[in-house]
């Protein structure tokens, strides 16, 4: 991908800057670099975005920089970006980006998006798995286990890209759900009660409650997240931590093994790891 004001990517002409931009500077990541990723994963990574409202997670400068969430689609968006009009606190009204097609996901890493959340999605429970340290990864995927024994054999499981891992359960009658447009309130009621009854169980490990003076050395097991107001790190986003790692989907005997051997190390993955994983394996993150 040479350095230019014009990309040509997927059918459409996208206007680029600042190619040679580092975004991850310990990582000496570019902006170059971070396009030929998204490049290359949208067509896996597409499936987990489309028609679902997007908060970008903007770093113009790179992780060193201001950051902030912006969840109104960035100003000088081409015409054939959809937005989707999304009602607020207040009588506010926010008009969301829809990343339907590849060259949207470009064009909005162009503006400085780093990462990509989407709004929750209808009839299917997540849980955000947090640690509190000295707790880390290897607890939370023992913490992740005892929610699959909980949740049943379709629950997949993803890195967030940073310390801990996201659960997500899809129900029995999800289309449905999706169609009717409701059933946070269900879902969130019962990731609640199975976070509280897991940290009734296992209280030397586990947390149900958010005060953070709770959480050192314990699993936070983060229920508040089934809201249609709420978003997560898309699979197969980058975060904006000091290396460009990735949200990355991962199968179950990854977790048994990394709880077994208590090193959990290898559930870091930066952007060539993870393409090659889904040469390897395909889409793991199924739901």
Same mark, same amino acid.
């Given at each position: 991908m040479?350095?230019?004001s014009?990309? %040509?990517?997927? *059918?459409?002409t996208?206007r680029?800057s600042s190619l #040679?931009? &580092?975004l991850? $500077?310990?990582a000496?990541f570019?902006?170059?670099?971070?396009?030929?990723?998204?490049?290359a994963?949208?067509?896996?990574?597409?499936?987990?975005l489309k028609g679902?409202?997007m908060?970008?997670a903007?770093?113009?400068? =790179? &992780?060193?920089?201001?950051?902030?969430?912006?969840?109104n689609?960035p100003?000088?968006?081409p015409?054939?970006?959809?937005?989707?009009e &999304? $009602?607020? /606190?207040?009588?506010?009204?926010?008009?969301?980006a829809?990343? %339907?097609?590849?060259?949207?996901?470009?064009?909005?890493?162009?503006?400085?998006?780093?990462?990509?959340? $989407?709004?929750?999605?209808?009839?299917?429970?997540?849980?955000d798995? !947090?640690?509190?340290?000295?707790a *880390?990864l290897?607890e939370?995927?023992?913490?992740?286990?005892?929610?699959?024994?909980?949740?049943?054999?379709?629950?997949?499981v /993803?890195t967030? =890209?940073?310390? *801990?891992?996201?659960v997500?359960?899809?129900?029995? #009658?999800?289309? /449905?759900?999706?169609?009717?447009? !409701?059933?946070?309130?269900?879902?969130?009621q019962?990731?609640?009660?199975?976070?509280?009854?897991?940290?009734?169980?296992?209280?030397?490990?586990?947390?149900? /409650?958010?005060l953070?003076?709770?959480?050192?050395?314990?699993?936070?097991? !983060?229920? =508040?997240?089934? #809201?249609?107001?709420?978003?997560?790190?898309?699979?197969?986003?980058?975060r904006?931590?000091?290396?460009?790692?990735?949200s990355?989907p991962?199968a179950?005997?990854?977790v048994?093994?990394?709880?077994?051997?208590?090193?959990a190390? =290898?559930?870091?993955?930066?952007?060539?790891?993870?393409?090659a994983r889904?040469?390897k394996? *395909?889409?793991?993150?199924?739901?």
């Amino acid at each position: 991908m040479r350095s230019h004001s014009e990309l %040509e990517a997927f *059918g459409r002409t996208l206007r680029v800057s600042s190619l #040679d931009r &580092v975004l991850w $500077p310990l990582a000496n990541f570019t902006k170059r670099d971070l396009l030929d990723y998204l490049s290359a994963i949208a067509p896996t990574m597409l499936p987990h975005l489309k028609g679902r409202p997007m908060t970008l997670a903007r770093f113009p400068t =790179g &992780v060193e920089g201001r950051g902030w969430f912006q969840t109104n689609c960035p100003n000088g968006r081409p015409d054939w970006l959809r937005v989707r009009e &999304v $009602p607020g /606190k207040n009588g506010q009204r926010f008009q969301y980006a829809l990343l %339907e097609e590849p060259a949207a996901i470009l064009w909005a890493a162009n503006q400085g998006a780093l990462e990509f959340h $989407p709004a929750q999605e209808p009839g299917v429970l997540v849980v955000d798995l !947090d640690p509190g340290e000295p707790a *880390g990864l290897v607890e939370c995927c023992e913490v992740a286990l005892l929610l699959r024994e909980r949740c049943g054999p379709g629950a997949v499981v /993803k890195t967030s =890209g940073l310390a *801990g891992l996201h659960v997500f359960v899809p129900m029995p #009658d999800r289309a /449905k759900l999706a169609e009717a447009g !409701d059933g946070f309130a269900a879902l969130k009621q019962r990731a609640r009660q199975i976070a509280e009854e897991l940290a009734q169980q296992h209280p030397d490990r586990i947390t149900a /409650k958010m005060l953070r003076s709770l959480r050192p050395g314990k699993v936070f097991i !983060d229920w =508040g997240q089934n #809201d249609e107001t709420k978003s997560m790190a898309a699979a197969y986003s980058p975060r904006a931590a000091p290396y460009p790692f990735i949200s990355t989907p991962i199968a179950w005997a990854e977790v048994e093994e990394a709880a077994k051997t208590r090193d959990a190390r =290898g559930l870091r993955f930066l952007p060539r790891e993870v393409l090659a994983r889904v040469e390897k394996h *395909g889409d793991l993150f199924r739901i």
